[in-house]
């Protein structure tokens, strides 16, 4: 009799295990980035305290955690579609730049009537976005390009572009030659809630994209049929199920929300088109963790989306207590990561003791489904 | 030596203002800086933080923090942080893009006061201050309109907004002055403020040209390196940069936010500046004021390895006759920094490049037409977007 | 020279020095890809090994002392990620871009107290006997020799030795590797490590060759080329350097016809060459199944298919 380690794996943990692992593995990431602190002669007790009130600790500052959340939910939770459906959108930072142009050239230059500018602001912007996507999926299915490296390409494109406007033909008359556009006017201005600066519509959008997001992947057969294009064209084939048209109607959704993102940063946050990189703030980077983390689940990425919106606003709030290296918040980000993929093996793996007896054989793959 | 001596003559004036107007603000005034970019870029905010931290350590009664690599975005929300978090009593926030942010911000806590860098939005409770290079630029202009060989200047600027078309066409008209064939070559990055490769790439583009003196626009030394790797003369942009190559940088802009922070600050602890008289203060400070100044490094307007050079160079000036350009050179930074500003590069007459008569004759650019300027000067080659018919 | 060899002269030559660390790091990636892990935190490799390249130089005195230790930082963090990827078979895709934000992090925060600081010795450029006659050849870092010849020996191990075929193979098809008697795990922690030095070295070109200083994000970027042009390579190394060089050339010209073209249009195209060149060869390529490795990102585990 002898007493072995038995690694089994589950098939598919339980949705409380995975919310007591995941705080789990936060927790052990802050415990690690407190000896950073320490490290930077701050005291790691008063750096949760800052971070927390920062992140939660008010109204203001759940407003602010809100605030980032939206657009990485919006983008999460088309990503995660686009995942499932093993398409590989990188562009998110540029959709949301066209979404945003597309936003502007509403706002500013369009003949429509007031009132008509804020919808027409954010359908257009979906088109936008939808088809600076659909470009990426054109390349994969008629050129058997790589959408990474359409989608990678077209980031700095739609950047350069942003550029060329803000600097030339949309150049603001009000901003005395700096690289803007004039301030949008007052009507697409997002209304925000209460005295916070999270715009309503947005916010409301995020659930709501989510939501849809869930139930075309769950309960319809198109979501049905675009797991099975996750799986593997040959899969699809097999199935019968038309891949490319698949593929291409992923990425017109992931690029559209991205776009809807886009403008509602520059209709609800900006109010006017800037530099690019002020725009979009690496969020279409940031998504594609978000939705990772969220395991590619919609509904999750509502979760992932608040959880790092949470981070930005603690990091923030680090930033103008202590005036630390602003670099210290990639740090904290990777620790995050880290500890959250890494503890994603123990909901995968039980390892149990067990007492077994002298002739059982050694077995390398101990792997018993549950 | 210049700035010290400034804020000792300030604090000094400070207890006199306490003890004369019955000072009653409080012992101590925090301020709160917002910097767009990281104070490690040697650049934009890196001189803003040399200058909080020389304020910082000058007056007693002033308390700073900082926060840096803020997205344009982002501002208000870290000025309600620094406001309620931290309990500063001004913000200052150092970048145009912050301005609508600010101004907003301004409207939400009428009794803080607001500083606003390079902006033209104010408010009772906020001012705005600006730093300008254009004069220095000219006097860079005039050294390397003597130093080129080739005739062919060299500029790689971040982005053609007015502020640095102004700078070259600065640049472009001292050159001139001294070298009537000179050519101003241009070169843009537009990808961001900090971008050393292109910087570098594009100094290189320049050289591969002829051009051999080169100026810029950038937030890195990598241009002074680039030109000193070829064996040519630089001049040193924001912070100095004789370091990076102490016998190829003749001289440079350099800049003392410090003097206009002096000044503000000393004004508002002694009760001059209110939340509610901010409405018409607007610093446009110059070299009379001492915010900028013309140097290879502090207290270096000339390198003294290129002094023999530029003395031996003689020209025919207008204004001053035979003059070496040595000599002319520290006569128009007399002129300029006089207290009643006895010259200006931008009197006229100037045409641009197109030909267009843009300053008549006597006739010198108002303030306003100086910060809107999009026109190129004579003797600019190269893109130059958003040029005017 | 006449003027034409003049201007071909300082387009290569300005190519070959533009396009080493993007080269480099490609080619690290290219070997790290083939073994099947998708390291996609070469941008923080590259920083630390940037960061460290200049910090040692500064206190030592001795660039090649930092060359050195840019190589062996950067691999060692690498191994962070071969561990989390191979071991632990947790997500590739996250595990890459986590490490590149430590190696953001780490490199931006110790870096601080040296931005600003002037090496006094730097890496030397010198002129190579045959080599300098051809235009552009002239007067190189040896960084820009070395990465060329990478290129070339990196190509012919990949395809032509029995260390090629094995990584290859275990790209494909680590199951049947493992059944030969391949350690699938040592194979692939060293191409992860070597793609981890490639990266760090590229990125020690950068502070100690290209443009001797440190300051945070002067990788600007070309971690995340690196990997598309990964892509664009189809995983080999040869069409990687095709790739780097195009791009070099490119984005020189974007500074070159600044007078001619307008400057937004021209910062887009070394971004838009490689999906027109993919446009004509990518059917080819698929028709002829040349693909990415086809484990590539999937843990391998024992006992699964």
Redesign the interface.
């Known amino acids: 009799m002898r007493l072995r380690f038995q690694v089994t794996r589950r098939l598919e943990p339980s949705a409380s295990m995975v919310f007591f692992v995941s705080v789990l593995s936060l927790l052990l990431a802050f415990l690690v980035s407190g000896l950073l602190f320490a490290f930077?002669g701050i005291s790691p007790l008063e750096a949760y305290r800052v971070f927390w009130r920062?992140a939660f600790g008010s109204l203001?500052a759940l407003s602010?955690t809100v605030?980032r959340m939206i657009p990485l939910a919006i983008i999460g939770a088309g990503l995660a579609v686009s995942f499932q459906a093993s398409v590989w959108n990188i562009g998110a930072e540029g959709q949301m730049l066209i979404g945003a142009i597309v936003g502007t050239w509403v706002a500013l230059f369009s003949p429509l009537p007031p009132s008509l500018l804020l919808p027409a602001m954010f359908i257009l912007g979906f088109l936008g976005g939808a088809l600076w996507g659909a470009f990426a999926a054109w390349?994969r299915n008629r050129?058997?390009?790589?959408e990474?490296?359409?989608t990678?390409?077209l980031n700095?494109?739609a950047a350069?572009?942003v550029?060329?406007l803000i600097?030339?033909p949309w150049?603001g008359k009000t901003v005395?030659?700096?690289?803007?556009t004039d301030?949008f006017p007052q009507e697409v201005w997002l209304a925000t809630i209460g005295t916070t600066?999270v715009p309503l519509m947005t916010f409301l959008f995020a659930f709501l994209a989510a939501l849809f997001c869930y139930f075309l992947l769950t309960k319809t057969t198109f979501g049905f049929e675009l797991r099975v294009v996750g799986r593997g064209e040959k899969a699809a084939h097999l199935a019968g199920i038309p891949a490319q048209r698949v593929v291409a109607l992923v990425l017109f959704l992931s690029g559209g929300l991205a776009g809807i993102a886009g403008v509602g940063?520059v209709s609800g946050?900006?109010?006017?088109l800037?530099?690019p990189?002020?725009?979009s703030?690496g969020y279409g980077f940031t998504a594609?963790?978000v939705a990772?983390?969220a395991r590619a689940n919609p509904l999750g990425v509502l979760a992932s989306a608040f959880l790092f919106g949470a981070l930005m606003s603690g990091q923030?709030?680090l930033?103008?207590?202590f005036?630390i290296?602003?670099?210290?918040?990639?740090?904290?980000?990777?620790?995050v990561?880290?500890f959250?993929?890494?503890s994603?093996?123990l909901l995968y793996y039980r390892v149990t003791l067990r007492v077994a007896p002298w002739g059982e054989k050694e077995d390398?793959?101990d792997?018993v489904l549950d | 030596m210049k700035r010290f001596a400034v804020g000792v003559l300030l604090v000094f004036l400070l207890c006199f203002g306490f003890v004369a107007l019955g000072n009653t603000q409080e012992t101590k005034i925090k301020a709160g800086f917002i910097y767009v970019g990281p104070i490690g870029d040697f650049g934009w905010s890196y001189a803003h933080d040399q200058a909080r931290r020389i304020v910082d350590d000058t007056y007693p009664w002033l308390e700073t923090v900082y926060v840096e690599a803020v997205p344009e975005g982002e501002v208000e929300g870290v000025i309600d942080r620094l406001i309620n978090q931290e309990g500063v009593d001004i913000v200052v926030t150092t970048s145009f893009g912050f301005m609508d942010g600010t101004f907003s911000a301004a409207q939400r806590y009428p009794d803080k006061i607001f500083f606003h860098c390079s902006g033209f939005k104010r408010a009772p409770n906020m001012a705005t201050y600006m730093a300008d290079f254009h004069q220095v630029y000219y006097l860079n202009g005039v050294i390397a309109g003597a130093l080129t060989k080739t005739g062919k200047l060299g500029y790689v600027g971040a982005f053609p907004i007015p502020e640095l078309k102004r700078h070259i066409n600065a640049f472009a008209l001292g050159a001139r002055r001294v070298n009537p064939n000179a050519e101003v070559l241009v070169r843009w990055l537009q990808t961001s403020w900090y971008d050393p490769a292109g910087a570098k790439e594009a100094a290189e583009s320049l050289i591969a040209e002829g051009v051999d003196v080169l100026a810029f626009t950038e937030d890195s030394p990598t241009v002074v390196q680039v030109a000193a790797e070829h064996g040519l003369p630089s001049f040193g942009h924001y912070s100095p940069m004789y370091k990076f190559a102490p016998n190829f940088v003749a001289s440079g802009q350099l800049v003392h936010w410090e003097a206009i922070y002096f000044d503000f600050f000393a004004k508002v602890y002694a009760g001059l500046y209110t939340p509610k008289n901010l409405g018409n203060v607007d610093y446009w400070w110059l070299l009379r004021e001492g915010a900028v100044e013309l140097g290879a490094d502090f207290g270096m307007p000339i390198n003294p390895v290129f002094e023999d050079q530029l003395k031996s160079t003689i020209v025919n000036d207008p204004v001053y006759g035979e003059i070496s350009v040595y000599d002319l050179v520290f006569a128009l930074l007399k002129a300029m920094a006089d207290p009643e500003y006895a010259f200006s590069p931008f009197t006229g007459p100037i045409r641009d490049r197109k030909g267009n008569l843009r300053v008549p004759e006597g006739v010198r650019l108002t303030m306003d037409e100086l910060i809107t300027m999009e026109w190129a000067a004579e003797g600019i080659v190269g893109a130059w977007p958003g040029e005017p018919e | 020279m006449s003027a034409i060899g003049f201007w071909i002269s300082g387009v290569v030559g300005r190519t070959l020095a533009y396009s080493v660390p993007l080269l480099l790091s490609t080619l690290g990636e290219i070997y790290a890809e083939r073994s099947g892990i998708l390291n996609l935190g070469v941008e923080g490799l590259m920083s630390l090994g940037a960061f460290s390249a200049f910090a040692v130089t500064f206190f030592s005195g001795n660039p090649w002392l930092g060359v050195a230790v840019s190589g062996v930082v950067a691999g060692c963090a690498s191994l962070v990620h071969a561990f989390f990827s191979v071991t632990l078979r947790t997500n590739q895709v996250v595990s890459g871009l986590a490490l590149g934000m430590l190696g953001m992090g780490v490199s931006g925060v110790l870096g601080r107290d040296f931005e600003g600081k002037v090496l006094a010795t730097t890496l030397p450029v010198f002129r190579l006997p045959f080599l300098s006659a051809l235009p552009g050849f002239e007067k190189h870092n040896v960084f820009v020799y070395v990465s060329l010849g990478l290129a070339v020996i990196l190509w012919f191990v990949l395809f032509h030795t029995r260390w090629g075929i094995v990584i290859r193979s275990v790209g494909e098809n680590p199951a049947a590797c493992d059944a030969m008697g391949v350690n699938v795990t040592l194979v692939r922690y060293a191409c992860v490590f070597f793609g981890g030095v490639l990266a760090g070295l590229s990125g020690g070109y950068l502070s100690l060759g290209y443009r001797p200083s440190w300051s945070y994000g002067m990788t600007a970027g070309v971690g995340w080329l690196a990997i598309a042009l990964t892509i664009f390579a189809f995983w080999n190394p040869f069409w990687g350097m095709v790739g780097a060089y195009l791009f070099g050339i490119l984005y020189h010209f974007s500074f070159r016809f600044q007078a001619q073209v307008s400057p937004e249009l021209l910062n887009t195209l070394p971004y838009l060459f490689p999906l027109v060149a993919l446009s004509f060869v990518s059917r080819l390529a698929a028709r002829r199944k040349v693909g990415p490795p086809a484990s590539l990102g999937v843990p391998y585990q024992r006992g699964s298919s």
């Not at chain 1, 005395?176 to 803007?180: C, K, Q, T």
């Open positions: 930077l920062g203001y602010e605030k390349c050129l058997a390009i790589n990474i490296i359409t990678l390409m700095y494109v350069n572009l550029l060329y600097l030339g150049k005395r030659g700096f690289a803007y301030p600066r940063e946050i900006h109010h006017m800037r530099h990189a002020h725009i703030l594609i963790i990772w983390i923030d709030a930033k103008v207590a005036g290296p602003f670099q210290v918040m990639y740090i904290l980000n990777g620790l990561l880290f959250l993929i890494a994603e093996q390398e793959c792997r």
